[in-house]
């Protein structure tokens, strides 16, 4: 297609254009994860990017997690399925490969199935987490483990942002 670049065999971090993050509370591995709580947070890609693999940073290592993308409808796209949780430090976690597109609202999803695993994160509540939900930016979903196809964006307590990048 004329108009459109070569895919790109690795994500450029500075690709994602991230929505609003307002009143950021705490920042840090100190935030306790609910089981099986999907945090969603809503990104595009600058142009077309292959992914591989989601990032991710651990700060306790305990249980499983499952990441993966979702699409503004709540369709997933790709996910790890469930896998361990590794040592702290950055995590690489492969995903069923799949190319984003550019000027596409996805979600990147993060879910853990346990209560003492940690990982960075920013955590915020009141006006900055209501701020962000109103937005867009951030959602939270109680449901099943491993994440569930489809997933309805939906919104409840405990809006964290956690760092997770593409790769």
């Known amino acids: 297609m004329s108009g459109i670049g070569p895919i790109s065999e690795t994500p450029d971090p500075l690709d994602l254009l991230p929505g609003p993050s307002t009143n950021v509370l705490a920042f840090g591995v100190?935030?306790?994860?609910?089981?099986?709580?999907?945090?969603?947070t809503a990104f595009q890609v600058a142009?077309?990017?292959?992914?591989?693999?989601?990032r991710i940073s651990v700060g306790t290592q305990s249980?499983?997690?499952?990441?993966?993308?979702?699409?503004?409808?709540?369709?997933?796209l790709t996910t790890?399925?469930?896998?361990a949780v590794g040592v702290p430090g950055t995590q690489t976690v492969p995903v069923t490969p799949i190319t984003l597109l550019p000027g596409v609202k996805y979600f990147m999803?993060?879910?853990?199935?346990?209560?003492?695993?940690?990982?960075?994160g920013v955590a915020s509540t009141g006006s900055g987490a209501g701020l962000m939900v109103y937005h867009g930016f951030c959602y939270t979903v109680d449901t099943t483990f491993p994440l569930p196809t489809p997933l309805t964006l939906s919104t409840s307590s405990g809006i964290v942002y956690y760092l997770m990048?593409?790769?």
């Open 30 to 40: 100190t935030v306790t994860p609910v089981v099986n709580r999907v945090h969603l």
């Open 165 to 167: 990048t593409l790769a």
């Open 109 to 120: 999803a993060m879910q853990i199935d346990n209560t003492t695993a940690r990982f960075v």
């Open 47 to 54: 142009r077309p990017t292959a992914v591989a693999n989601i």
């Open 80 to 83: 790890s399925g469930s896998v």
């Open 63 to 76: 249980g499983n997690i499952a990441v993966g993308i979702y699409s503004a409808t709540g369709v997933q």
